[in-house]
DNA sequence: TGGCGTGCGGTAACCGCTTTCCCGAGCTAA
DNA sequence: TTAGCTCGGGAAAGCGGTTACCGCACGCCA
């Protein structure tokens, strides 16, 4: 075992102990399975490479190879569990197809995005995935647009979560009509006067969710009063604040919807904190089936999303080849009724 | 604006666009300081660049330099919030360093994290983060061990989140200590027949968390019955079947700790679910200190560790140059009280 | 027996950068 | 005026792989 003085050990160096060229050894260990090589110095190859600890070096293989198997993932939070349960499922599948995940978390800087994007896109990825709300701020989106194109140019794939706002194969959540759906569902409970903690006024999820939730209370004849909704941050502590300025206003409901669960239990605890009897004292509604929030009391009517699925879904999207037009994969929500929001029949 | 016909813009292309040398543009673009390039050169690279949106090919600048900023990070599950609080450290100190962060979730299967640290190695990462519990598995400790020490051979910094039984930096959770005092604030408030779900037995931080809990016990003169253990999984659903075995088998305690607040949760479900009310009717105690399960009802009493602290102090320790010993770095846990264990006096 | 196809090892070009080294230009000082 | 600097541009040598291409040895068939 003739080990090189230097660091690292090179296919040279597996090469000289195996007593073949590098390209026997190089067509041995990465073989892309052309070419067949003779099974003694296979065997010398292979034993070379296990006595000297040989590891072929990723960034050489991408230069040489002209692709990496890099899936860049930008989620908006990773400490969310909304996000770190997509991440979840988009690294579970990434590990089927060999490819590694390097990942950003904006933390909320939606501008940031473009910055990650370009770091990104100087690792040559074979793949981008782009999870979380879309904004409502066009130019925004032009620019995160013109910068996707180039990515796909250069050969990445590209996917994103959310919603289908860019020509670009897209993992559709259900946010409009799963929010229908429970608005449906709480009103066939009895409810009849509602307030919504709608979070940012510009990402289209919280949007959407509010779109679809009105549009389901007017399905049931009920309509929406615009002073019982407010707007605030999308996490737990938005949904407290929020919560406590409609009571502190002018709350008149007995059902608040919050657009997601983080903010429903922010929202429950402002209620607590108001003296308000739960679930008695007001219905409440979140949105995600976040699972960690599954324990809280009273336990949370919500829509349900599969997350893990829909990284995984993400994943495998941008696996396959690009198609003639962007592909859609929907993901269906599913109106989950919990002991938050009781009938009033 | 000359664009190469083939996909991406190289160095080359911009050095030709701009009438220079590559050396030029290199020293331009991606300079590391040394050398001065004459302002008007200097435009006309910077016009070329942006003129042919060109990005560097960080395989090809790792290779050349011998270096990249990947650092990786090896945590056992993403979606529990322990860990995905911990990247959220790490991932906004990389920012600050420049860093981009390779992830990787084990999700639970301890061994796959030597395949992961083989794939990682052939990354040539600046620096390697291991997040999550040592196990009890010697043998395995070994392996560990030798993979990081060569690693580092390599010219990798290698930390470890957790437990200091490797001769690497780590950032040394306070999993004893806390307990410990987690144990005698029990007893002061009045408990004195405690029950423990302990997690699984092969994690070390579940046998610190145990074992400091005990300590505590014994200082306020209070003994922990073997029968009132009960090892499980380290998850929500892992507390929910603990608790539920103690509860069906012989349950004879006021105080339950669960030794994360995940299994506290699932455990204050099993209690519920078996008609024991809450807090009244029994007291409940985790650790970590999660923020999304900060609403939980009743409010959990646990340890708080300050996990984004972790994952910064973490990428902190491998940013720094490797010292002559082990660097370690202690993350002070600390007791918080609140209603779901209630005093007895 | 000679022509030719096939299997397979090796040589070397190339991937896109960084950086060393060379060299000419312009400046200073004797 | 000129030797000796410094400054800064460019040529070219790698970095560690992959792979096109070359050529040898062998087997087959006419």
Redesign the pocket.
């Known amino acids: 075992m003739t080990k090189r003085s230097?660091?690292?050990?090179?296919?040279?160096d597996?090469?000289h102990e195996a007593?073949?060229?590098?390209?026997?050894?190089?067509?041995v260990?990465?073989?892309?399975g052309?070419?067949?090589?003779?099974a003694d110095?296979?065997d010398r190859v292979l034993a070379a490479a296990a006595a000297l600890n040989?590891?072929?070096?990723a960034p050489?293989?991408a230069?040489?190879?002209?692709r990496t198997n890099v899936v860049g993932l930008l989620v908006h939070d990773i400490a969310d569990p909304f996000f770190s349960s997509i991440a979840a499922g988009v690294m579970r599948a990434a590990e089927r197809h060999g490819s590694i995940v390097m990942m950003y978390s904006t933390t909320g800087r939606t501008e940031r995005e473009l910055d990650y994007l370009a770091t990104l896109r100087g690792q040559r990825p074979r793949a981008v995935i782009l999870a979380g709300s879309r904004t409502a701020d066009r130019a925004l989106r032009d620019r995160l647009g013109a910068q996707l194109r180039i990515l796909e140019e250069e050969g990445a794939r590209v996917a994103l979560i959310s919603q289908h706002v860019l020509p670009i194969d897209t993992v559709l959540l259900e946010n409009r009509e799963g929010a229908r759906l429970l608005a449906r569902r709480l009103v066939e409970l009895g409810h009849r006067r509602f307030a919504v903690l709608a979070g940012p006024r510009h990402l289209l999820t919280a949007r959407d969710r509010l779109a679809g939730f009105q549009a389901g209370l007017a399905d049931g004849g009920v309509t929406l009063s615009r002073t019982q909704v407010a707007y605030g941050d999308f996490t737990r502590d938005g949904g407290y604040a929020t919560m406590r300025e409609l009571l502190v206003r002018d709350l008149r409901a007995g059902c608040v919807f919050a657009v997601n669960d983080v903010m429903a239990v922010g929202a429950i605890s402002a209620l607590r904190d108001h003296g308000v009897p739960l679930p008695g004292g007001m219905a409440v509604a979140g949105f995600d089936d976040i699972v960690t929030l599954r324990d809280v009391t009273p336990s949370l009517t919500t829509v349900r999303l599969p997350l893990e699925e829909v990284g995984t879904a993400a994943l495998e999207l941008v696996m396959q080849p690009r198609a003639e037009r962007p592909r859609l994969r929907r993901i269906r929500a599913e109106v989950v009724v919990r002991d938050s929001t009781p009938a009033l029949s």
Do not use: C, I, W
């Open positions: 230097s660091g690292t050990v090179t296919l040279m597996v090469a007593g073949v060229s590098v390209a026997t050894a190089s067509r260990l990465n073989g892309s052309t070419r067949q090589v003779r110095l296979m040989y590891s072929a070096n050489a293989q230069m040489a190879r002209g």
